[in-house]
């Protein structure tokens, strides 16, 4: 008898723990799904044409300028032995926007002083991986700049 | 007849009676009466609860009032705070007061915590007002962080962006965590829509809350007394009554640092040195940042200890142990009551307070460097 109600008693504790949980879960999913925002309706794009000249970028006095790429951004550069660079302007370690430094030839992060070469290769300070490049294409007649995934 | 009962002391009594036959108060007063504070050496320290409560209070008044004008929202935010420091009357004053009361707020709570941690108030019974504590510093320092991206200008969004990027950082849930916390991959007004949300409704509720059991367990317990006396080395304990003697002498100090705000709001509305608050640019996603980018002065040590870690250390991520070794720093402060339990047995609770000074002087160093260093 004893042995028949601890039985039932564990049964229902079962039944009614499993329900607490069941019924929780069906709350707290809805909310957590809830607080997770939808996928940007802005595609990731392969290229983009850029809305400045290579004039532009060679008469800015910095030399370089920053781009949006689909969803992120990227970074274009004029280097001292003229040649035009576009990589990921997204610093590596904290998410932070580049940017060029003519006066010590490096792309510098501003926030936490990451440094890369002009490769994109972390050199000094916290960035953990080098900037992604991007392939520059310069249509010589027009002007135009056109950035594109894969490498320069 | 009449003139009898506009007596104010008649009337403050007949409604005395009158709540007092329904709530039977008389005994609580009873209670209130006999409270008293010790008095000692350190019996200064006592004053910076209520001076961090001060505060607080001040920013729940400032802070609606700048609700009146407030408009959340990447196109309005910005908008919104110009045309309060500039075009709303006495809007200047509010922002600037909002701002000082936040910094000396979360100031009083620094030197209120260290001074319980110092004299070792948090000991049994008193484990439970020191959790409390430690979380509401820590919802102290989320409105610090959630607040600072509100007026969306170049400080704040970088400020964000790295901020949130730090959570990003963590292993597992840090992608999560930071899309939650960002509203979306970047920072945009999605965030200011979250952060928003999180300063005026979310932080005030359970900062209330958890504010209530703080104070419940003070006027419960009472004021700790020093550990000498519990010791029985010093001479004859004394006490003074909490009413009228304590409370008039915190009503002043209460006073005087209305003044100190209000002369601080009036002669430095943007702040001055390292607490720092200039409107300036609005908030441009395609702009690098500003040359000197700097977190508010309580979160410069973390801020300072990460870009001292290498890059990689043993294969993982510097920036990820920068954060888990202070995460478990933090952790091991709040549970300092009970881990202190078998060290306030002997003379002098000498490893805790060595804990102590490590935390104090690892706060205070990075600080410094994190302003000298560029």
Not at chain 1, 21 to 49: C, D, R, T, W
Not at chain 1, 56 to 67: A, C, G, M
Request: aromatic share 14%; with cysteine.
């Amino acid at each position: 008898m004893d042995n028949a109600n601890q039985d039932r008693r564990g049964f229902l504790n079962w039944l009614i723990g499993g329900g607490v949980i069941a019924f929780l879960g069906s709350v707290l999913y809805p909310v957590v799904k809830y607080m997770v925002p939808p996928a940007s309706g802005e595609a990731n794009v392969s290229q983009v044409k850029l809305p400045f000249k290579l004039k532009d970028l060679q008469e800015d006095e910095k030399h370089f300028r920053i781009f949006k790429f689909g969803r992120t951004l990227g970074i274009v550069i004029l280097t001292p032995d003229n040649q035009i660079r576009a990589l990921s302007a997204v610093c590596t370690h904290l998410d932070c926007t580049v940017q060029y430094r003519k006066d010590l030839g490096l792309i510098w992060c501003a926030c936490h002083n990451g440094k890369y070469d002009l490769e994109g290769r972390n050199i000094s300070g916290p960035p953990p991986r080098p900037l992604k490049q991007y392939a520059v294409h310069i249509n010589k007649t027009t002007g135009e700049i056109i950035v594109a995934e894969g490498q320069g | 007849m009449i003139e009898q009962k506009l007596e104010p002391k008649r009337v403050g009594k007949g409604l005395y009676t009158w709540v007092d036959e329904r709530l039977k108060i008389a005994t609580l007063v009873e209670y209130m009466s006999h409270k008293v504070v010790p008095k000692h050496r350190g019996s200064i320290w006592y004053y910076f609860g209520g001076a961090t409560l001060f505060f607080f209070v001040v920013q729940v008044v400032t802070g609606i009032l700048l609700l009146l004008y407030y408009r959340p929202g990447a196109d309005s935010g910005y908008e919104s705070v110009k045309f309060i420091i500039s075009e709303v009357s006495f809007g200047w004053l509010i922002r600037a007061i909002h701002s000082w009361s936040a910094n000396l707020m979360i100031l009083a709570a620094f030197i209120h915590m260290f001074s319980v941690f110092f004299t070792h108030a948090y000991r049994n019974p008193r484990e439970m007002t020191w959790v409390s504590g430690v979380l509401l510093l820590g919802l102290g320092l989320m409105f610090g962080f959630s607040g600072y991206l509100l007026p969306w200008n170049e400080l704040s969004f970088f400020a964000t962006r790295v901020g949130t990027g730090m959570a990003g950082a963590l292993p597992f849930v840090g992608k999560f965590l930071m899309t939650v916390m960002r509203g979306g991959d970047d920072v945009t007004g999605a965030t200011i829509g979250r952060f928003f949300g999180l300063h005026v409704a979310i932080l005030p509720g359970l900062f209330a809350v958890l504010l209530s059991f703080h104070l419940f367990f003070i006027q419960r317990q009472g004021m700790s007394e020093p550990l000498e006396w519990e010791k029985g080395a010093a001479g004859p304990r004394k006490y003074y009554p909490f009413f009228p003697n304590f409370l008039m002498r915190e009503l002043l100090i209460w006073l005087i640092m209305l003044n100190i705000l209000a002369v601080l709001a009036v002669v430095f509305p943007d702040g001055i040195g390292v607490v720092h608050w200039p409107l300036g640019q609005k908030a441009d996603p395609f702009a690098p940042p500003p040359p000197v980018i700097r977190p508010e002065w309580y979160f410069m040590f973390a801020f300072q200890a990460l870009k001292f870690m290498p890059a990689h250390l043993l294969s993982v991520e510097g920036e990820l142990i920068g954060i888990g070794v202070m995460s478990l720093g933090g952790l091991l402060w709040m549970l300092v009551p009970f881990l202190a339990r078998k060290n306030m047995e002997g003379q002098k609770p000498i490893l805790i307070n060595a804990f102590g000074w490590v935390v104090v002087i690892f706060i205070i160093t990075m600080t410094i460097i994190g302003y000298i260093l560029k």
